[in-house]
């Protein structure tokens, strides 16, 4: 197959069973996906649908009881070790949380920084300019020496936005970005992922607020463990037998 | 739909929001996520707050609850016959009432993890003295009968399910009695299914026990469900609402 | 059980790490401080009691041969309980085939079956010896190996010959020679015995008790100068007196001063240990917040919160003390009986300490609880809001819309400034090594109490080195006064001349210096004997002894009636100067004399003084003539002084000399000092348990900080670090917060160094002694401070890193 053309993201029938003291919970049934590079997915889903399930199962942060995730043409799981997966997962895709997550004791260049640190990317010397270019980028070059706690929760994400992209990962992957946000925090939140998306970057993005797909060239609807409804299902499948034939 | 449960008080309101502010100091600046808002909850209502996130529903009741202060206006609550005004009582004044009169629910269900179910229940008995321990004991199977959790009592909340833990904890909520429910996105980190179980609980509790209930939600879905609901957009009434 | 106790139980066991680290706080200092109040208390009584039960003799005298018309004379004296006379002579003994000799006591009883003073203790064997067989002390054992009852010992005579006796049993005798350093060890035969080693078959020693006032110390010098005056007038000459009293041990003092410098850090480690407490209160209130946010949501008031906790405090308080205080009584009893075997005493048996216990239950309650007030006070008074939106929030903007305005502590905003002044200048430091760096200062009141106890720890431990090599120092400055290779002791005086002539002889030998020596009586101003004094007589140009001059100049060839005193005539006499007079009774005479100088020794060596052999020898009549002879070899190490010495000896004998001893000048100090190092023993075990409480305080903070920062961790794992990255973030915290306090306890090892090695020169010597600093106590620290820093960690940073994200950041 031509390498070029290899998918972004592919899931194939990907279960995740969760098991505690009250029994089992089957938080995926089996989810087959395929995202090509460029894409701007929404995935949408009510609270306990699995939608952020689906999603540590693309960051690797949880691994799944059956099936298979490939990411840009890598096996994440087979063979991997956690440790390994957190070295992929840092040269490879970036990550945004609802609740930021940045480091509260470095400030924001330091933030942006780490990510370059842990990866071994660009020359140490060269980190500081890249990273301060990065905050520019979202709006933030006024702060850079600001510790998180001294900015908003709006100028949080904006910051997380821009840590996610040190490493320049083709992937974003974002759970909530703008759930903990003020609707106008949330719209600039949104414009930086469309500029990323224009940028052809990648990006996944969980939310329950359906108002945000209108901004997303695909959504995915989960409900209970299961993709019901697929945007483009009916193009994909055009697309397919186009290639077929 | 209406019990009687204090006659002389029938027709005043159970709650009264009057005015009610709340600012919050950020890095940004001030931000009111509550702009004045009054509202008033009638004895056995079950009233809905709807909203985005962010809209301020959550601070809405914790006015109530009395777990966050406000910064101006007042919240006066009428219940066994005194009229409370929430943010005029001590801290520790505030918590005894608040164990007696208000039970309290949250989406992540906050129970202790070291008790089991039947002792999770006791303990707010325990704590206000209302009940004597062996009364508690037995009021606290009765509860957990009522939200048919019996056979798990002697179960730590580690070992039952999502679901199961969010009606142990509307036990514990109604383990003193209280004329008044609070619940914050109870149903938020459950699958459709088991939202729904619990959501019966709750009108029950208003049609068999005539208990006043606020509840805050983001799912527009349950809007049609309650007795009355109320639509915040940033930290006021949004302006479809008929209150 | 009611749910809040129910509550209460399950915090006390959940978390067994935390209980443990908890709970070993609290034991560690309540065991120290059982341990050394016990002991304290068992020695107390025990030391007198047990000495007492010896019938020690309250009057020993020394005295020129008598017979038993003299013994009775001394018998029928009013106040003389009961008096017995024994004969004590120096022999050198070995076992059979081996090369060694050693020296031996040997003390001839009248009739051991009547035996009333300075009681023997039956050991092993025979406690009373037939003629021509004999019993030892059980301290002649370390000399003489593996011997036992019925094996036979080989005596030399003093002709040179060797006779074999039976050895036929052992025994313990705590009363003779206790707190004599420098004594032989003993052996006993009956008097019928004497003829065989060629003695006469009369006593030479008096042991007597008084009929009443046994511990009353003027009485007794009362009834020993009558004595002495009426032996005296009957011209029988008495060398030496010493009086001692019946309940207390002659080290009594020495012990309870060691036992004090020991409580010094019993405390401290108290101190310590009650800053770990407080720290693991506080990380654990930390992680009850939500609990307690919980508690009061649903009606529980701050006085029920606060009582609960309080609950918890005492019943780790509890469970401590079921741990450390039987551990404490036994280790209390261990050290009294180790003590007690040292300083050859028995004790009465093990029992529990009711003052030691009362002491670790009260120490083991309040303590925790003082410690534990604050963090549990703090907590209580959590708001709901607060506690519950530690997890409603997840996050710094937990109200939802951004942080609350926020002023930066100073001590956050210099290390941001710093780190930016730096990057300034082109100098960039890792992100992760930031992160170790602003993690060390996060939670400042923990730090400072991790680096309290680390710190106090890491000082005390170089503190203990630096005292080590102060007393070291300080013997080798005592070996000054044992600068002779060998020193040879014959039983008379011989020409120096002549001993020279043969001393030369000897392969090895470089030089010799005859000295002489005299026995005085210091008189009080009323002219009652105060104590004996023994006056050395080296040739005042000798260069064999160079003392410790604390006041005055030492002696000249010149000087006539006047001496160099040691520091313990003070004791004394505290008001002597140089150029003050002294009354001292010389040869029968009172003559008063000058004291010119003052010089340093052991402290428990009595009284000494120092006179040039140039007048002595003319006190003595003894011109050009000695019994001691200092020698001088051509090497100085251990083993080729105790080579000369043996063949010194050997050579005198084979010409005809009656030799006492010969013996090496290393091997005299080494017997002068031994006692010091059974207190830098304890003194180091004491240093180790700060240590441990010290590297304890920083595995409980380290396990603290990476508990409270899993989310972080997860973070970072979420950005891309490998398990590697993890751990090193956490292990350089941990090395970082070790050298910071390695810097401050080499600051503070200075001041605990003078006080502790005051304190115990003191109780050694009597006297403060000049300090001396080593650097392998600070070597070993920061060694041991950068190792116990990794270990603290490790633990702590491979949980850290086995963490899975999803486990930290995610609650779906």
Not at chain 3, 423 to 449: A, D, E, Q, V
Not at chain 3, 468 to 488: E, K, P, Q, S
Request: hydrophobic share 45%; aromatic share 8%.
């Amino acid at each position: 197959m031509d390498s070029n053309h290899r998918p972004m993201i592919e899931m194939q029938e990907v279960v995740k069973t969760f098991k505690n003291a009250a029994g089992e919970f089957t938080a995926l049934r089996g989810v087959n996906l395929c995202i090509e590079p460029g894409e701007f997915i929404s995935i949408v889903g009510k609270s306990g649908s699995g939608k952020s399930t689906l999603l540590n199962m693309i960051t690797g942060i949880d691994h799944p009881s059956k099936g298979q995730v490939v990411i840009g043409g890598k096996d994440i799981y087979t063979g991997v070790t956690e440790s390994q997966r957190s070295r992929w997962r840092g040269r490879n895709l970036g990550i945004v949380f609802q609740f930021f997550q940045l480091m509260p004791m470095l400030t924001l260049v330091e933030n942006v920084m780490l990510p370059m640190d842990l990866a071994e990317m660009y020359d140490f010397d060269e980190r500081p300019e890249r990273a301060r270019g990065l905050l520019t980028l979202v709006g933030l070059e006024k702060y850079v020496n600001k510790l998180p706690v001294l900015v908003s929760a709006g100028q949080q994400q904006s910051a997380a936005i821009a840590r996610a992209l040190a490493c320049d990962p083709p992937l974003l992957v974002a759970d909530e970005p703008t759930g903990n946000l003020d609707s106008k925090s949330a719209n600039s939140i949104m414009d930086l992922f469309e500029e990323q998306s224009r940028r052809g970057k990648t990006i996944v993005m969980v939310t329950h607020d359906p108002s945000l797909t209108e901004r997303t060239s695909r959504t995915l609807v989960i409900s209970d463990g299961l993709l019901v409804k697929d945007s483009r299902a009916d193009l994909d499948q055009d697309k397919g037998k186009r290639k077929v034939s | 739909m209406h019990g009687s449960i204090n006659e002389d008080h029938r027709d005043n309101p159970i709650i009264e929001y009057h005015k009610v502010v709340k600012t919050y100091s950020t890095a940004a600046g001030d931000f009111d996520a509550l702009k004045g808002i009054d509202l008033e909850v009638k004895r056995g209502e079950f009233l809905g707050i709807l909203g985005k996130s962010g809209a301020g529903k959550s601070t809405l009741l914790n006015m109530l609850t009395g777990v966050d202060r406000l910064s101006s206006g007042e919240v006066i609550i009428r219940s066994n016959g005194h009229d409370i005004s929430v943010h005029n009582l001590e801290e520790d004044e505030l918590a005894l009432w608040r164990g007696r009169n208000m039970g309290v629910v949250y989406q992540s269900f906050q129970l202790l993890p070291m008790l089991t179910l039947v002792e999770n229940i006791t303990l707010p008995m325990d704590l206000c003295g209302k009940f004597k321990a062996k009364e508690s004991r037995l009021r606290a199977l009765e509860l957990l009968r009522m939200v048919e959790l019996e056979e798990h009592a002697n179960k730590l909340p580690s070992h039952i399910s999502g679901g199961q833990h969010q009606r142990a904890a509307i036990a514990r909520a109604l383990a003193n009695d209280p004329p008044i429910l609070a619940a914050d996105e109870p149903t938020g980190s459950l699958d459709s299914v088991t939202a729904e179980v619990v959501f019966g609980f709750f009108e029950k509790l208003v049609t068999e026990q005539a208990k006043t209930i606020v509840m805050v939600t983001h799912d527009d879905g349950l809007a049609g469900r309650f007795s009355r609901h109320v639509l915040l957009s940033d930290g006021e009434w949004a302006p479809e609402n008929q209150t | 059980m009611r749910p809040r106790w129910r509550k209460v139980m399950h915090d006390l066991m959940d978390n067994t790490a935390r209980t443990l680290l908890v709970v070993f706080s609290i034991a560690v200092g309540v065991f120290s401080i059982g341990v050394i109040a016990g002991a304290y208390e068992i020695l107390q009584s025990d030391m007198g009691a047990s000495y007492a039960s010896n019938r020690p003799a309250n009057i020993d005298l020394r005295m020129a041969d008598f017979d038993e018309d003299v013994l009775q004379s001394i018998r029928n004296r009013k106040d003389i309980e009961a008096t017995e006379g024994r004969r004590v002579f120096n022999v050198r003994v070995r076992v059979p085939g081996s090369g060694k000799w050693s020296t031996l006591d040997l003390v001839a009883f009248d009739d051991f079956e009547a035996n009333q003073i300075n009681l023997l203790l039956p050991i092993e064997g025979k406690s009373a010896p037939e003629k021509k067989e004999v019993i030892l002390e059980r301290d002649a054992l370390d000399d003489l190996h593996d011997v036992k009852p019925g094996d036979p010992l080989e005596f030399e005579m003093p002709d040179g010959s060797i006779k074999t006796l039976p050895m036929v049993g052992i025994v313990q005798d705590p009363a003779t020679g206790a707190g004599d350093f420098l004594a032989s060890p003993f052996g006993y035969i009956t008097r019928s015995t004497l003829p065989f080693f060629d003695q006469p078959e009369e006593f030479n020693r008096v042991y007597a008790a008084v009929t009443t006032g046994g511990d009353d110390e003027r009485h007794i010098h009362e009834v020993v100068n009558d004595l002495k005056d009426r032996l005296e007038k009957n011209g029988i000459t008495v060398i030496r007196t010493r009086i001692s009293l019946t309940h207390e041990h002659p080290l009594t003092d020495t012990v309870n001063a060691v036992l004090g410098v020991l409580l010094t850090l019993g405390v401290l480690i108290v101190f310590l240990s009650s800053s770990l407490i407080a720290n693991t209160m506080n990380a654990l209130l930390n992680q009850h917040l939500r609990h307690i946010g919980v508690i009061k949501l649903i009606g529980g008031r701050r006085r029920q919160v606060l009582v609960m906790y309080i609950v918890l405090i005492l019943g780790f308080s509890a469970l401590a003390l079921l741990i450390s205080v039987p551990l404490g009584g036994q280790g209390a009893y261990g050290l009294a009986l180790f003590i007690s075997d040292q300083l050859n005493f028995n004790l009465l048996g093990y029992r529990i300490v009711p003052l030691a216990f009362t002491l670790q239950v009260a120490v083991g309650l309040i303590v925790p609880l003082v410690a534990g007030m604050f963090p549990v006070r703090n907590g209580s008074k959590i708001t709901i809001l607060k506690a519950l939106s530690g997890e409603l929030g997840r996050g710094e903007g937990s109200s939802g819309r951004g942080a609350a305005k926020v002023q930066l502590p100073w001590f956050d905003r210099i290390q941001i400034r710093f780190t930016r002044m730096l990057g300034k200048r082109g100098i960039h430091i890792p992100r992760l090594f930031i992160i170790s760096m602003r993690n060390t200062f996060r939670r400042k009141s923990r730090l400072l109490l991790t680096l309290f106890t680390l710190t106090m720890g890491g000082a005390i431990f170089i503190a203990v080195f630096n005292v080590r090599v102060t007393l070291h120092d300080y013997i080798n400055a005592i070996g000054h006064y044992f600068r002779a290779d060998v020193t040879l002791d014959l039983d008379y005086p011989y020409r120096v001349s002549e001993v020279e002539q043969y001393a030369v002889q000897v392969p090895g030998v470089e030089r010799v210096e005859g000295w002489q020596f005299i026995s005085a009586e210091l008189l009080y101003p009323d002219e009652t004997a105060a104590d004996n004094i023994n006056i050395f007589a080296p040739p005042a140009e000798s260069e064999l002894i160079s003392p410790i001059l604390i006041a005055g100049r030492w002696m000249q060839s010149e000087d006539v009636r006047k001496l160099v005193i040691s520091e313990a005539v003070l004791h004394l006499f505290p008001d002597l100067k140089p150029g003050r007079p002294i009354s001292m009774k010389v040869d029968g005479k009172v003559e008063e004399w000058e004291v010119i100088g003052i010089f340093k020794f052991v402290g428990h060596e009595g009284m000494l003084g120092y006179a040039p052999l140039e007048y002595i020898s003319k006190v003595n009549n003894l011109p050009n003539q000695s019994m001691s002879y200092r020698v001088v070899t051509e090497q100085h190490d251990r083993l080729s002084q105790d080579k000369t010495a043996e063949l010194l000896d050997r050579f005198f004998r084979e010409h005809g000399f009656s030799v006492r001893k010969a013996e090496s000048g290393l091997a005299t100090m080494d017997i002068a000092v031994e006692s010091l190092d059974t207190l830098v023993v304890f003194l180091f075990i004491m240093a180790v348990l700060t240590a441990i409480v010290g590297s304890m305080g920083l595995t409980g903070t380290m396990g603290m900080n990476v508990l409270e920062r899993t989310r972080e961790i997860g973070i970072l794992r979420a950005i891309g670090a490998d398990d590697r990255a993890v751990m090193r973030t956490v292990i350089a915290e941990g090395i970082l917060i070790g050298m910071i306090s390695f810097g401050l306890a080499v600051i503070f090892s200075v001041p605990i160094t003078y006080l502790l090695s005051r304190i115990v020169s003191l109780a050694v010597f009597e006297s403060p002694i000049t300090t001396v600093f080593t650097y392998s106590g600070y070597l070993i620290w920061l060694g041991l401070v950068l190792v116990l820093s990794a270990i603290a960690c490790i633990l702590p940073a491979r949980n850290a890193a086995r963490l899975t994200i999803r486990e930290v950041l995610a609650y779906e």
